[in-house]
């Protein structure tokens, strides 16, 4: 009873985190379109990556090695507890666009008035509701670790070393772990700033485009990678030979496996093809001429290029990760630090080379050796089992025939008609939706099997397999 309760707290304040950051990703989205047609590129490009870097780094070096070494299971989590984190997010952005409206000449000071607000009332309401939870529950026997308001903050426990050795430890060792995390995720900004590869305006426009083409990559491609790791998860034992699986259940993920790596590959395959022809009047309607002059759409074809090598990426990694022994997860993470000196170093120089577009191309080479790792393995993985999911995943025919012709049709219509009138623009949309209709039809009718395995196994069954499916992968754990 004590572990359902715990599962069913960290299930829910799962939920309520989920919902959250996506509550604030597309607030963010709409208020930085409202916002980049009242700033100078600068502007954007002081904000977005020198101040961004320098609180997130400062963030990172105060609490993330600490907060996640002193986390503990708490089973009655609710909505009050991730409510903090979003008022204070909500009161930054509405004050920003404010101040931004009232005094656009003050600049960068609004933003920064904007951020010490919100970190105020961060800490405000942490207090408060500390400060009601523990009096209102100071005389109940309960296993909240705080008993008043004093033990909020650090003290000395008498018979006991001012610093624990083990958590000090174990703080530490996840400081290095998240380290990489920090590097890999804030890489291309720290390049920016200590090697000053590009100019203020295009780091600010970067940025901006960035988090414009990284939408698909978050809200499509995120969950299916986290999906297909738990059902990988639960259909494979890992560390345990294809040999000595339960082989009803290799043959399910292995055509899995090959279903959603064409199902990825689809997916952006079309956002390249329609993204390109696109991505002009995207950020022409999005943000203005702040970003459809210049380099920004350029950027934004590579991003959708970017997106469709990430969806490769993680659904070959949720499959790896899910059957790799210990030690070889060990040694990835040691390969992990290759591959972060590599996208550095070639983000120095493919930006002294292209520009801004260079961070792209180095985004695209670490995936590419990642990738490259996951094909290796599935394939060594597969050998002796004579299954073939990789080839699988190849497309048809028809539809590479039909993307092409509609990336042709697209991309002329986009030449002519897009730096038109509002008219011709309109056209340019139309002549897209026919298009996309049309692959799509076309990836109905010559992809069959893939579509039918699809309703099959995610349509009738609510947690991703059929009743049948879900019985041997209970036999297999049984046995």
Known sequence: MEHSNIVKGAAKAASYNMLLQFGLRITTFVLN?????????????????????????????AKEAFERACLSKIVDRDWRQVVFLGISQGIKCILTVVLVLLVPEWGIINFSIAQVTSSIVYVLLYHGYFIHYISRNSKRDDDFPLKSVRSIYPCKIEGKPCIDAHMASLTLSFFKQSFLKQTLTEGEKYVMTFFHVLSFGDQGIYDVI????????????????????LLFSQLLVRGVPPAEQNQDSLHLAAKILGVLLKVVTLIGVIIVVFGYSNAFLALHIYGGSILSSGTGPTLLRWLCFYVLVIALNGTSEAFVFAAMRKDEVDRYNHKMLLFSGVFLLSSWIFTQLVGS???????????????????????????SSGLTPLRQAVISVPVVLSLLVSFIITATSEHFLC??????QLIHVVITAACLLAVLAIVYVSEHNMVSFMKEQFLKGKTGWTTEDKNTSNSKKHS
């Open 33 to 61: 379109g409202f916002i980049l047609r009242y700033v100078a590129q600068e502007t954007l490009g002081i904000v977005n990556v020198r101040l961004t870097l320098l609180y997130s780094t400062t963030l990172f070096l």
């Open 357 to 383: 577009v260079g961070f792209i191309w180095a985004n695209c080479l670490n995936m590419a050796a990642r990738i490259a790792h996951s094909i290796y393995f599935i394939e060594r993985y597969f050998e």
């Open 210 to 229: 960035n988090n414009l083409g990284s939408l698909a990559a978050r809200f499509i491609f995120l969950p299916i990678e986290e999906n297909s790791y």
């Open 419 to 424: 730096s038109q009138s509002v008219v011709f």
